[in-house]
């Protein structure tokens, strides 16, 4: 959040407060008490400190000095996925939009986890300690307790613990190896090396487009520096990666490192001019745009997916393979002889009869082409699956001149084996495909290592130095604090405030925001404990639960 929106947000902050607390003071409490001086008192200087903060975020806004984009110290993937999550621009999310905003990163929390880190890491991590009521309660973070608290968790828990093992063993990592790999995972160069992949494959389209004889290359030199110069790209990309895991056994745990390396290794084979039937190797160049499936996640998504519903796929593809196995049988059993002396007869409505050549262009009679062994009988079957112009060439043949005037059982055959085939087998291998591509949810956290993560951040705080405040800075305790606003607020009054000073109201209105809701809980408790709670006009609401006890009647 910019200083110009906190001004904004803390003036319309104070300004609830002030209706709230004259709310409350026209109400029941001036019926039961009487006015309230220090109310009044409280609303003035409230209102003054909220028009000295709109009054420095002017001030800075003319100098050119608010500050645009993520605060100082906040990441802007952070900062992003903090203001996406956070719809109401309040500044802070709770437990189930914090859940949310980790799944932005891939982290899995549950509603109770994501509750339990608020309550203790919050109170610790947050810049805005008024989200912390006078109980030590907090269910709420805001933009530096997330920051803070996300890398905490990717410190704690690492996505790839192999950054720290190397080729020299374990948490033995190679000098700058964590920095190489942080660089060769940023996003930019991702997309820069994507956009080398797709421009090699732009290449090899216009070669084989305007220069198609690989024997009389009329731009070989052209061709020949493209080449050489992605294949050096690629050779560092390759280096890079492999020194990001140390030159290490995890490097080979991924088949894209795999296949990486093979189609890299063959463009440097063919940069040594090396000749004979190796050659042929360069075919594979038109493999290189698969790289781009580990590079863009939208694509590596959908690689992924097929490549997990292989299994169940794989068992509808067997259960539609014996299905096949079965219908060819029975077509070379039923039609083989078909047309075998070179001729079939038809019968029409009329009872004229036709005989039609059963010779096919290539010399065989209908049956034998078609149906004369198992395997062909599959090919035919599988042009029938494929809808290729089977009706016609296939199945009317043999539903006229069959059986002639008895199609029953030829039209039985074809239609259940469409059916089966085509409608059934096939839509239950695209519902398997579908089921994978649903996205999983990322990974939870453990309660374990929630715990660890609490403990970790109680103690880094604990280990961190304490800032060395001034003598006019300090808090010593609450009774400090309010008549330090007290001596404010009259000044307020009388009109002798001096002169603005922004680090002084920055101060201010830390220890006022802190007070408001310790003054807020007292007033629920007053509410509770001397009149029936009743709903009043405006926009005064119950209570907030940090109030102490319940109410024990009038």
């Not at 062994?373 to 042009?383: D, E, H, I, K």
């Given at each position: 959040m910019s200083e110009e929106e906190a001004a904004i947000a803390i003036e319309n902050r104070y300004r609830l407060h002030s209706r709230r607390v004259l709310a409350r003071k026209n109400g029941e409490l001036s019926k039961k008490w009487g006015a309230t001086p220090s109310l009044d008192?409280?609303?003035?200087?409230?209102?003054?400190?909220?028009?000295?903060?709109?009054?420095?975020?002017?001030?800075?806004?003319?100098?050119?000095?608010?500050?645009?984009?993520?605060?100082?110290?906040?990441?802007?993937?952070?900062?992003?996925?903090?203001?996406?999550?956070?719809?109401?621009?309040?500044?802070?999310?709770?437990?189930?939009?914090?859940?949310?905003?980790?799944?932005?990163?891939?982290?899995?929390?549950?509603?109770?986890?994501?509750r339990r880190l608020i309550a203790e890491c919050g109170p610790l991590l947050n810049e805005n300690k008024g989200l912390v009521d006078s109980d030590g309660h907090c269910d709420a973070v805001d933009v530096f307790g997330f920051a803070k608290l996300k890398a905490t968790i990717d410190v704690r828990l690492v996505r790839e613990p192999w950054w720290n093992d190397s080729i020299r063993g374990k948490n033995k990592p190679l000098p700058y190896q964590r920095e190489?790999?942080?660089?060769?995972?940023?996003?930019?160069?991702?997309?820069?090396?994507?956009?080398?992949?797709?421009?090699?494959?732009?290449?090899?389209?216009?070669?084989?487009?305007?220069?198609?004889?690989?024997?009389?290359?009329?731009?070989?030199?052209?061709?020949?520096?493209?080449?050489?110069?992605?294949?050096?790209?690629?050779?560092?990309?390759?280096?890079?990666?492999?020194?990001?895991?140390?030159?290490?056994?995890?490097?080979?745990?991924?088949?894209?490192?795999?296949?990486?390396?093979?189609?890299?290794?063959?463009?440097?084979?063919?940069?040594?001019?090396?000749?004979?039937?190796?050659?042929?190797?360069?075919?594979?160049?038109?493999?290189?745009?698969?790289?781009?499936?580990?590079?863009?996640?939208?694509?590596?998504?959908?690689?992924?997916?097929?490549?997990?519903?292989?299994?169940?796929?794989?068992?509808a593809f067997v259960i539609l393979f014996i299905f096949f196995c079965i219908y060819a049988i029975l077509?070379?059993?039923?039609?083989?002889?078909?047309?075998?002396?070179?001729?079939?007869?038809?019968?029409?409505?009329?009872?004229?009869?036709?005989?039609?050549?059963?010779?096919?262009?290539?010399?065989?009679?209908?049956?034998?082409?078609?149906?004369?062994?198992?395997?062909?009988?599959?090919?035919?079957?599988?042009?029938?699956?494929?809808?290729?112009?089977?009706?016609e060439a296939i199945c009317r043949t043999l539903l006229f001149g069959l059986y002639q005037r008895s199609t029953l059982a030829v039209s039985f055959f074809y239609i259940s084996f469409a059916i089966l085939t085509q409608f059934v087998l096939s839509n239950v291998i695209v519902a398997v495909l579908l089921d994978n591509f649903v996205a999983p949810p990322p990974a939870g956290l453990k309660d374990p290592e929630v715990t660890e993560l609490i403990?970790?951040?109680?103690?880094?705080?604990?280990?961190?130095?304490?800032?060395?405040?001034?003598?006019?800075?300090?808090?010593?305790?609450?009774?400090?604090?309010?008549?330090?606003?007290?001596?404010?607020?009259?000044?307020?009054?009388?009109?002798?405030?001096?002169?603005?000073?922004?680090?002084l109201v920055t101060r201010r209105v830390d220890r006022m925001e802190q007070s408001m809701l310790r003054l807020e809980a007292k007033l629920g408790q007053v509410l509770d404990k001397m009149i029936k709670l009743q709903a009043l006009p405006g926009e005064w609401r119950e209570p907030p639960p940090m109030h102490v006890g319940k109410p024990q009647g009038r």
């Open positions: 008192m409280f609303a003035t200087f409230s209102s003054r400190v909220s028009s000295a903060a709109a009054a420095r975020a002017a001030h800075e806004r003319a100098r050119g000095q608010v500050k645009k984009g993520p605060p100082e110290g906040i990441a802007l993937d952070v900062y992003k996925a903090f203001n996406k999550i956070d719809k109401d621009h309040s500044g802070v999310i709770e437990a189930e939009e914090m859940v949310q905003c980790l799944k932005e990163f891939q982290r899995g929390v549950t509603n109770r986890q994501a190489v790999r942080a660089i060769y995972t940023n996003p930019i160069v991702v997309w820069s090396v994507a956009a080398v992949i797709i421009g090699n494959f732009i290449v090899n389209i216009l070669e084989k487009e305007y220069d198609p004889d690989p024997k009389e290359l009329q731009m070989k030199a052209l061709w020949d520096g493209f080449d050489t110069a992605f294949n050096a790209i690629f050779l560092v990309e390759l280096l890079a990666n492999l020194y990001g895991y140390g030159f290490g056994p995890a490097f080979w745990r991924s088949g894209w490192n795999v296949f990486d390396t093979i189609i890299t290794g063959v463009g440097v084979i063919l940069l040594a001019g090396v000749s004979g039937p190796i050659s042929q190797l360069k075919l594979l160049r038109a493999f290189r745009v698969f790289r781009l499936f580990k590079r863009i996640k939208s694509l590596n998504k959908i690689v992924m997916a097929l490549l997990a519903s292989v299994p169940g796929v794989a068992n077509a070379v059993e039923l039609f083989r002889e078909f047309g075998i002396n070179g001729t079939y007869m038809t019968d029409d409505v009329d009872s004229l009869s036709h005989v039609v050549s059963s010779i096919t262009p290539r010399g065989y009679t209908h049956g034998i082409e078609y149906y004369g062994t198992y395997t062909r009988a599959m090919y035919t079957l599988f042009q029938v699956m494929t809808g290729d112009s089977w009706a403990e970790y951040v109680k103690a880094e705080v604990a280990k961190a130095p304490r800032p060395q405040l001034a003598p006019g800075d300090r808090v010593q305790d609450e009774k400090m604090v309010e008549l330090e606003l007290s001596s404010y607020a009259r000044g307020a009054v009388a009109g002798t405030v001096p002169p603005f000073d922004a680090e």
